[in-house]
């Protein structure tokens, strides 16, 4: 019986997520797209790593782009990783134009993540600013449509992407994981930005898009500064501030 009640809540976020996405509207796609600064915060190996790294480069967004990765020192596993990617790619004449940056050992009042984005924030030169997970593959066109998305709303803040788990599952954890993420997260926050007319009073960010403007209104990135979940938190403060 629990079983088939677990089964049911599941089933229902499921037919929410189906209804929500083939209601949705593309957005309009502007006439320019303003310059971006892709932000992508590493600590440690993820899987999936180089692959994740290359699917960024072969993005292809339409305007001008730099691409700032943060580490928060030399001694990350992950380093090698990234600068092997870059080289290779532009040995085979492919683009790979990034910036490697090292936002030390962060304070106490803040997350790895929070204190990566704040440094690099620091060196991002463009009109809007992006910040990507290191476990997130895109597809391309997904920084386009994000940007497209967010300049069709004057009152945005930033836009942000649904996700799903798509890799094959290896480990127990790796189906509860998919479980979660497909079935429930993602579904549930679907309908519910549906029922809000494609708006959330957060951010989930695994994946977002910012404006300048939204960032300095809500005191900079440091006003997440003493929250657990500061991309949710920061979301929350850009509603505050209208």
Do not use: C
């Amino acid at each position: 019986i629990v079983l088939g009640l677990l089964l049911a809540w599941v089933w229902t976020f499921y037919a929410m997520q189906r209804i929500a996405i083939r209601q949705q509207i593309a957005p309009k796609l502007p006439k320019d797209y303003p310059s971006l600064t892709v932000i992508r915060p590493i600590k440690g190996v993820d899987s999936g790593l180089r692959e994740n790294v290359i699917a960024g480069f072969e993005d292809s967004y339409p305007g001008d782009l730099e691409t700032l990765f943060v580490f928060d020192d030399e001694e990350d596993p992950a380093v090698p990783i990234v600068r092997n990617v870059i080289e290779e790619r532009k040995s085979q004449g492919l683009n790979a134009e990034a910036t490697i940056l090292f936002s030390g050992q962060p304070p106490r009042n803040r997350t790895g993540k929070l204190n990566a984005m704040i440094q690099a924030m620091a060196n991002a030169h463009h009109t809007l600013i992006a910040f990507v997970d290191s476990d997130i593959r895109q597809s391309p066109g997904d920084l386009s449509r994000l940007v497209a998305t967010l300049l069709a709303d004057e009152g945005a803040g930033s836009a942000f992407p649904t996700v799903v788990s798509s890799a094959k599952p290896h480990t127990l954890g790796d189906v509860g994981y998919a479980v979660m993420v497909n079935g429930l997260y993602e579904p549930s926050a679907l309908a519910t930005a549906q029922r809000a007319k494609g708006t959330l009073p957060f951010i989930m960010g695994h994946m977002m898009v910012l404006r300048r403007e939204a960032i300095e209104a809500i005191g900079g990135l440091e006003t997440a500064e003493g929250q657990l979940v500061d991309d949710m938190y920061l979301g929350k403060r850009m509603v505050e501030e209208g």
